[in-house]
Each structure stands twice: as C-alpha cells, then as structure tokens.
C-alpha cells in the first residue's frame, strides 16, 4: 500500500506571497491532519479535515487555511506569507482521525518551506 | 507552560547502551500515548502505541507509562547506529493529538 505522498517536497517563496500544498492520504483513510514542524517550537497541529469537513482546528491564523476533496485529498494554503513561516509542514493520514483514540496516524515526508 | 514536555537533548550514546528518553504531561484526558521516531529530511513514524500503565516491550524498544505521576518513557536496549534519529513523544485524548518537541539521539559506533 502506498504511504502518504506530499508535493511538493521543497517550496522557496518570498514575503506577502502565498502557497498551496498538497496531500495524498493512504488509501482507505478519511482524515488528514497538518502539522507546522520549526526547530524552536516543535511539532504543531493546524487543523484536522474528515470527510471534507474540518473537524478540529490548532491556534494558527486565519492566513492558513486548508480544504479536503472528496477523494480524501487535502490541501493547506498560506496567505501573505511571512518569514516566520518558514517550517516543515507534515500531513499525516489516518482511517478515523482524532476522535478514535485507537487510530493511528502515518505521516507523510513533509513540504519545507522557506520564506525570504 | 506546554502540556507534554520532553527532555530536551542532544543525547549522544555509545553503541550498545541503554537509552531512555522522557516526557512529562499535564494534561488527564490523555488517554492514549506514543513514540515516534523521525529521521533527518523524514516525516515522524509511529515506533510504539500504549493506552495503559504498565511496559510494552517490542524488541529492543520499551516504552512505560505511569499516569499517576502523568510521566511515559521509551527504552532502547543494545542502541545502534541505525537509532540515531529524533524521538518525539505524543499524546492523544479530548480529540487532539498534542507532541512534544522531540530528543535527538545520536549513537556513536
């Protein structure tokens, strides 16, 4: 079985602009999450889609925002982009998501993303 | 004050020791806990899964829970150059999944 793919895998973008990124869960699993990964702050959660709907939603900005399609793929947009998002952002699959305590998550290999 | 703290590293290891790496939590709804471990330009992987206090051995790996003092720990028995990588726990309960900020390991031939 396929694991989860993100594209792409290295993003260089400059200040004020914006960014999409894209995951592909593993097949049969409904929920994606996003995650922010910095040296200073660690694994942080954005938001958790399930079935198209966002289901749960971490302490960022409205400048990120994401959408989950019907084939269980999911995007993550930045907008007005500043230096401070420069980060490792991992998406991570999983069959039910959060509300199952036993469900696990497989992470994919993450987009790094570099503001200048 | 973060909900699960780990300790911070670097932790650098001769081959064949026992390694223990630690996290803290705050957080009572945390029912369910893991270890991951991620290597350099990878994205985390799941290494073990507990919901209950006690050990649970898979191989060389231990990983103990012992929510009264709301403290987990993961065992690495004969480390080898091959765990050299970024452990992070994590935490699941209330609907969210909460890491923690990860302990590099490095284990020296």
């Known amino acids: 079985k396929a694991g989860v793919t993100q594209t792409p895998r290295y993003l260089i973008k400059t200040r004020g602009q914006q960014v999409t990124l894209s995951c592909s869960p593993i097949s049969g699993h409904r929920s994606v999450s996003w995650y922010q990964q910095t040296p200073g702050q660690g694994l942080q959660f954005l938001f958790e889609?399930?079935?198209?709907?966002?289901?749960n939603k971490g302490n960022f900005p409205g400048r990120f925002s994401g959408r989950q399609f019907s084939n269980s793929r999911s995007e993550m947009n930045v907008s007005t982009l500043e230096l401070g998002d420069s980060a490792l952002y991992l998406c991570a699959s999983s069959v039910s998501g959060t509300a199952s305590g036993t469900d696990t998550q497989y992470f994919g290999p993450g987009t790094r993303l570099t503001v200048l | 004050q973060k909900e699960v703290e780990q300790d911070p590293g670097p932790l650098s290891v001769p081959e064949g020791a026992i390694v223990s790496l630690n996290c803290t939590y705050s957080?009572?709804?945390?029912?369910?806990f893991m270890w991951y471990r991620q290597y350099s330009r990878k994205g985390p992987e799941l290494l073990m899964y507990t919901y209950s206090s006690g050990n649970k051995e898979d191989g060389r790996f231990t990983a103990q829970v012992d929510k009264s003092s709301k403290y987990i720990s993961l065992f690495i028995r004969d480390s080898q150059p091959s765990d050299s990588a970024t452990y992070l726990c994590a935490m699941k309960g209330a609907g969210k999944s909460t890491f923690g900020d990860g302990t590099t390991l490095t284990v020296k031939p």
């Open positions: 889609y399930f079935s198209e709907t966002q289901r």
């Open positions: 957080n009572s709804a945390f029912q369910y």
